[in-house]
């Protein structure tokens, strides 16, 4: 009889033989070729990767401003002030602004807080006799610049036009009459009205002189009229009853 273990050994033999014999093909085997559609299907594509460029040093000149302008120097100045542009001409004190033939008149002017109102004529709506109008808006062909307190300022390609609340020269002529000095001749006049009527005496009715002789008449109040009573506010004096 063989034995078992003859068995065993050869059947391991046999195992080692076959196991040989797949590594031998597995080693010689050339690759399959695959189509790129299956390989990539599964697979995302890797995104790219962007290189940043390495910075450069400035050279020294790139630095010579900061060094001769220095921050902390006694002798630094402000810069000078940009020039502005130039503002219109103002055509002062006009009161013969016209728009559509007709004169643009100021009635009156409300200004509190912040808030600004002129009240005007617009020549250019002869439907409407009188108009509030605010910064901004137009008459006409004119713009409403500014409002102050006595005046508005109205601009139209380039040029600007104020016209006055109150005319210059009325107020001048005003003025004028309140200053003017009185003449030489003219001394104040005493005017007499004659001496002045005395007042009239006084006379008392009868009913009054009743009442006062009553009044006299009355008797004095005297201390046996009087009594003085315990209350819890202390001690109080009344009229006996």
Known sequence: MISRIWIINGVLAIALVISGVKIWDGWHEKPGVFSEKILGSDEKKAKPVKMTPEKRLDGETQYADIVDKNLFSPDRAPAPPEPEGAEPEIEEATTDVKVSGEKVVLYGIVALDGYKKALTNDPSDQAVQFRWISEGDKIGNLAVREISEDNILLTDEGKSYRILLYDPEKAAKAGAKASAKPSADSHPQVVSAGTPPRAA????S???????DAKVSAPPDTEDQYE??????????RKKK
């Open 228 to 237: 003085t009573v315990d209350t819890p506010f202390g001690k109080i004096r």
């Open 206 to 212: 009868a009913k009054q002189d009743s009442k006062q």
């Open 201 to 204: 005496e006084y006379k008392p």
